[in-house]
T-cell receptor, first 116, second 112 residues
Framework: NAGVTQTPKFQVLKTGQSMTLQCAQDMNHNSMYWYRQDPGMGLRLIYY???????DKGEVPNGYNVSRLNKREFSLRLESAAPSQTSVYFC???????????????FGPGTRLTVL | QKEVEQDPGPLSVPEGAIVSLNCTYS??????FMWYRQYSRKGPELLMY????GNKEDGRFTAQVDKSSKYISLFIRDSQPSDSATYLCAMGRTGANSKLTFGKGITLSVRP
C-alpha cells in the first residue's frame, strides 16, 4: 500500500502560469481533500470530494479548480498562478475510524509550490 | 471566534519533560477528537483519537477530553527528541464523510 501519493514534490511557477497537482490513493477511500498549509494559518481546506463524481468548495477555493477523475485520483488545478498561492499543498483521503461513525484523514507527503 | 483554537507556540522542552498540548473549541457538535503529528516536510499522520469525554492512553501519550469545558489536551510523558514535530488537534462530528476541523498546530522541540 502506497497510501496517498502526490506529484510533483516541488514546483516553481511564474505568475500567470498554470499547473495541475496530482493525487492518488490506493486505500479504496470514498472521500478526498485538498488543503493548503501556510505558516500561522494551519491547514485550510480548498476543495473536497465526498465520492467519485462530486466535488464541493472548502474554506479557500478561489483561484483553484478540482477534478475527481475516478475513485483513486483527485487533481487540483491552478489556472493562473499568483504569488499568494505559494504554499504547501496536501491531499488527503478519509474513511471511518474503526467502530465509529466518523472519518479520519490520511495525508500525502505534500507539494511545495512557489509562485514568483 | 474560531471553531478550534490552539496555542501557537513554539514550545521547547528538555528531554524527559512532561509536555502538555491543548486546544479549545466552540462547537458542541464535535464528538470525535484527534491529534495529528507532523514531522518537518512531511504530511500529518494520525496519532490518537478519542470519542466524547474521557482519557485515552497509548504508551507515553495520553489524550484527554473535557466536553463540559470544551477543552482537549495531549500529554507526552518522558519526552524524547524524536517527539519533536508539529502537533495538530482535529475535531469531527458524527456521520460518514464528515469533514475535520483542524487547529493551527503547535511546534514542539525536545532538546537532548
Amino acid at each position: 500500500n502506497a497510501g496517498v501519493t502526490q506529484t510533483p514534490k516541488f514546483q516553481v511557477l511564474k505568475t500567470g502560469q498554470s499547473m495541475t497537482l496530482q493525487c492518488a490513493q490506493d486505500m479504496n477511500h470514498n472521500s478526498m481533500y485538498w488543503y493548503r498549509q501556510d505558516p500561522g494559518m494551519g491547514l485550510r481546506l480548498i476543495y473536497y470530494s465526498a465520492s467519485e463524481g462530486t466535488t464541493d468548495k472548502g474554506e479557500v477555493p478561489n483561484g483553484y479548480n478540482v477534478s475527481r477523475l475516478n475513485k483513486r485520483e483527485f487533481s487540483l488545478r491552478l489556472e493562473s498562478a499568483a504569488p499568494s498561492q505559494t504554499s504547501v499543498y496536501f491531499c488527503a483521503s478519509s474513511h471511518p475510524l474503526k467502530n465509529t461513525v466518523t472519518d479520519t484523514q490520511y495525508f500525502g507527503p505534500g507539494t511545495r509550490l512557489t509562485v514568483l | 471566534q474560531k471553531e478550534v483554537e490552539q496555542d501557537p507556540g513554539p514550545l521547547s522542552v528538555p528531554e524527559g519533560a512532561i509536555v502538555s498540548l491543548n486546544c479549545t473549541y466552540s462547537n458542541s457538535a464535535f464528538q470525535y477528537f484527534m491529534w495529528y503529528r507532523q514531522y518537518s516536510r512531511k504530511g500529518p499522520e494520525l496519532l490518537m483519537y478519542t470519542y466524547s469525554s474521557g482519557n485515552k492512553e497509548d504508551g507515553r501519550f495520553t489524550a484527554q477530553v473535557d466536553k463540559s469545558s470544551k477543552y482537549i489536551s495531549l500529554f507526552i510523558r518522558d519526552s524524547q527528541p524524536s517527539d519533536s514535530a508539529t502537533y495538530l488537534c482535529a475535531m469531527g462530528r458524527t456521520g460518514a464523510n464528515s469533514k475535520l476541523t483542524f487547529g493551527k498546530g503547535i511546534t514542539l522541540s525536545v532538546r537532548p
